[in-house]
C-alpha cells in the first residue's frame, strides 16, 4: 500500500475541477485491505474508491482518504469466466477478452476509466451494458474488515445506476469483478449495429474496430477535460411522452418499459439551442451537445453547480423535462442537493 499526502485530485478525475484530498492510498492485493481499513480508522476521515474517474467529479476538496485499485490482475477459470481486478483499465480488459477468443464485450469498446467504474456505474453503449456479461463481484468493507460476494442481481442496477452509486463509493471497495463471456459473437440489437454492412460486424474484432468508429465523434478524455455523456437521458412516463410528442414530433426517444419512454438528453440540449454554446467556464461541444466541456484549469465546484441549475432550468422550461447530471459528483454543494431540484 501506497499513502500520498495533500493530493491534487484535478488529474484523478477527467473533469478536471480544482480540488484536494487529504490522503490518496494505493492498493494492489488483497493482502494490502487490512492495511486500508487500519489507516481509515487511524485518521478518523471518511473514504470513497475512484477508478479512472471518468465519470467521477470533485466539486470541492475531499476531507478524507481517497481509496484507488492499482492492481492489474485478469485471470481466465474454464472457458468462459474471467475474473478482473477493478483496478484494470476497461478498455483493455475488452483487448484481452478479444484476444482471448470470448465475445460479449465488443460494443463496450472504448468506453474510458476502470473495471470497477464500469461496474459502479453499470456502463453501457449501443445496446450493451456490463450488467448483460456480468456475473458476480467481490467487495470489501473497509470499517467491517470484510470481503464478500455479490451477484449480479444484488447489485440492484438500472439505467447508470447500482447499489455503489447509492452508496456514492464510501466505505466499500470493488475489488474484483467476474465475467461469464461467450466463444461465440452475439450482435447486440442496436439501430446502429444493425447499420454495420456485414464485413464490418462478422467477427469480435471486425465489430469493436466498427464500435470504436462510431465513438469516432467524442472527443478523448487523454486530451480533454470532460466526462462523456454529461446528462442522464430521462426517463419519463408514457403520458407525458405523447404529450411532448405532439408538440415536438421529432423528439428522440425510445421505449424505456412498458409504463416509460427513455429521451435523448442530448436532443433536448440541442433543441434548446445549448450546442456549441458557453457558459461561465464550460461549454456545449460542437460534435454532441451532451459533451459538456470544461475548459479552465480554475474551474470550481461552484462554478459547475451555476451551469449544471442554468441548464437545468432552461430545459425544463421548453420541455418541462428534468435533467439530472450522470457524473458522480462529490462535493459539498451537491451534498446539499442543489443540483437536483426541480426548476420552476
Known amino acids: ?20 484530498a487529504k490522503y490518496l492510498l494505493e492498493f494492489d492485493s488483497h ?8 489507516f481509515v480508522e487511524d485518521v478518523h476521515l471518511p473514504s470513497m474508491t475512484i477508478g479512472g474517474g471518468s465519470n467521477l467529479i470533485f466539486c470541492s476538496d475531499y476531507p478524507g482518504v481517497v481509496i484507488k485499485n492499482t492492481s492489474s490482475d485478469i485471470s481466465r477459470h474454464g472457458r ?13 480488459f475488452v483487448v484481452w477478452s478479444i484476444s482471448q477468443g470470448l465475445c460479449g464485450l465488443e460494443a463496450l469498446s472504448g468506453i474510458p476509466g476502470t473495471v470497477g467504474g464500469a461496474v459502479a456505474l453499470n456502463a453501457g453503449a449501443y445496446g450493451t451494458t456490463v450488467k448483460d456479461s456480468l456475473f458476480s463481484v467481490v467487495l470489501y468493507d473497509i470499517y467491517k474488515r470484510k470481503l464478500y460476494s455479490l451477484t449480479t442481481s444484488e447489485l440492484h442496477y438500472g439505467h447508470r445506476s447500482s447499489i455503489f452509486r447509492e452508496n456514492r463509493g464510501n466505505n466499500i471497495i470493488i475489488v474484483d469483478a467476474t465475467f461469464l463471456l461467450h466463444e461465440k459473437l452475439y450482435l447486440p440489437n442496436h439501430p446502429k449495429i444493425n447499420e454495420l454492412p456485414y464485413d464490418q460486424r462478422s467477427s469480435p474484432s ?9 465513438r469516432g465523434h467524442m ?5 480533454n477535460h470532460y466526462s462523456g455523456s454529461f446528462f442522464l437521458n430521462p426517463i419519463i412516463p408514457n403520458k407525458l411522452a405523447g404529450q411532448i410528442r405532439v408538440k415536438f414530433p421529432s423528439i428522440l426517444m425510445r421505449p424505456f418499459d412498458g409504463r416509460h419512454q427513455q429521451v435523448a438528453s442530448g436532443w433536448l440540449l440541442e433543441q434548446s439551442g445549448l450546442r456549441s454554446t458557453r457558459s461561465n467556464k464550460f461549454y456545449f461541444h460542437e460534435n454532441h451537445a451532451n459533451f459538456v466541456m470544461n475548459e479552465s484549469s480554475g474551474a470550481t465546484g461552484k462554478d459547475l453547480s451555476d451551469f449544471i441549475m442554468s441548464t437545468q432550468e432552461i430545459v425544463y422550461s421548453k420541455f418541462g423535462i428534468q435533467i439530472v447530471p450522470e457524473p458522480l459528483l462529490v462535493g459539498e454543494e451537491f451534498w446539499r442537493g442543489n443540483v437536483f431540484h426541480q426548476p420552476k
Open 206 to 214: 471486425l465489430l469493436r474496430k466498427s464500435i470504436l468508429g462510431l
Open 1 to 20: 500500500m501506497i499513502i500520498h499526502k495533500q493530493v491534487d485530485l484535478q488529474e484523478l478525475s477527467t473533469f478536471g475541477l480544482k480540488a484536494s
Open 31 to 38: 493482502d494490502d485491505l487490512s492495511e486500508v481499513s487500519g
Open 80 to 92: 468462459q469466466k474471467v475474473t478482473v481486478s477493478s483496478g484494470v483499465v476497461w478498455d483493455d
Open 219 to 223: 472527443p478523448s478524455v487523454a486530451t
